[in-house]
């Protein structure tokens, strides 16, 4: 059975921001899903929306299946259990996410005793596996939250995740916060932990760098919807929509002389979700928009095996290529 299956979800906040649109999306047990998108794209918001930890006033359509199960249907007390037993998320920084006052030790324990129903004795043992697990001597157990360094609290936020043994992991931009260093080393404990586990991930970052080294496949967010997915190493090095291109020439691979040629980002921001552009949304910002984009909406097309891209120049991909790089050059 597949892990998550999500079917056409839409997100509204109660002022009218349409921060989800229409996303589909699935994840199998051991698959690596990276999610990503400029700051203001819906990316947390569609994490936040799988497990239901959105604002009461924010309407929520579409289908969220966990182990065939529609997590929009469930009551509350099973929302409570799956949470942390069914899917867990890993949020960016970490420090905001612990009690300041609370050992870490008890901080992890608590979701063991109370839906694992497990005793002190227990909780506290595996408490002592999770930390070794994660990379921390078991006797941080006793440390607060202030007393470790922001690579060692991001390990707590791990083990926290793992804590209730879910099925699948959800990282929400869990390497911003850290330096470079200790950004990689928390990729790779992620990596090992889900192949390990053969947990399923979904990881997001605005880095497709990040993300195509860390995963399986791609999805790329721009105001609230896919514009295109794929195999994560064909969309960060050959990507169809324009949007995904430049994204990933943001993050250039260190070394490639074809770098070089590629846009500094995008100028201007993703738009305003409650005032939403007409037709294409990227086409106020889109390199090689035609006439037709500002009044005609594009849904995912098949670009590839295993591909899918939403832009009228799908099909016709290398007139795309050449003019964007044709753009970059000459400015
Ligand atoms: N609680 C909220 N109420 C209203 N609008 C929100 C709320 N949270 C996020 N938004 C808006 O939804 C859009 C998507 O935000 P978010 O999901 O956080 O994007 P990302 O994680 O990709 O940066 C943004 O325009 C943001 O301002
Ligand atoms: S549909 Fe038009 S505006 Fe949208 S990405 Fe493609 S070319 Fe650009
Ligand atoms: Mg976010």
Redesign the pocket.
């Known amino acids: 059975m597949t892990l998550l299956e999500v079917r056409n979800l839409e997100v509204t906040y109660a002022g009218g921001a349409q921060a989800v649109r229409g996303v589909n999306l699935s994840v199998e047990a051991g698959q690596k899903l990276g999610i990503a998108g400029e700051s203001g794209c819906g990316k947390s918001t569609l994490a936040l929306a799988l497990l239901r930890l959105l604002p009461k006033d924010a309407e929520v359509t579409g289908e969220i299946l966990l182990n065939g199960e529609d997590v929009l249907a469930m009551k509350w007390g099973r929302v409570r259990a799956v949470r942390w037993a069914g899917a867990s998320i890993v949020f960016q920084g970490a420090m905001h996410s612990l009690n300041a006052v609370h050992r870490i030790g008890d901080q992890i324990a608590e979701p063991i005793l109370l839906h694992k129903k497990a005793t002190q004795e227990g909780a506290k043992k595996k408490v002592a596996e999770l930390l070794e697990h994660v990379g921390l001597p078991a006797t941080r157990a006793n440390a607060y939250p202030h007393e470790l360094s922001g690579g060692q609290r991001q390990r707590v936020m791990i083990a926290m995740a793992l804590a209730c043994e879910p099925d699948l992991i959800i990282a929400d931009e869990p390497t911003t916060a850290l330096d470079v260093m200790i950004q990689a080393q928390i990729l790779r404990l992620i990596e090992q932990l889900v192949a390990e586990e053969n947990l399923g991930l979904i990881m997001i970052s605005h880095d497709l760098a990040v993300l195509s080294d860390t995963c399986d496949r791609l999805s790329v967010m721009y105001a609230g919807r896919v ?1 295109e997915e794929g195999p994560a190493l064909q969309v960060y090095e050959d990507a169809v ?3 995904a291109k430049a994204l990933s020439a943001a993050f250039p691979t260190i070394g490639d002389p074809a770098s070089r040629f590629a846009p500094r980002g995008l100028p201007g921001d993703p738009p305003d979700p409650s005032a939403l552009p007409s ?2 949304t ?2 106020p910002r ?1 390199p ?3 006439d ?2 500002a009044s ?1 909406d ?1 849904v995912l097309r098949i670009a590839g095996p295993g591909r899918r891209a ?4 799908v099909g016709s991909a290398e007139v ?1 290529a050449t003019e964007v790089e044709a753009r970059s050059t000459t400015a």
């Open positions: 514009v929509h324009p949007y037709g294409c990227f086409h889109c090689v928009a035609l037709v984009c005609e594009q939403a832009c009228v120049h795309a």
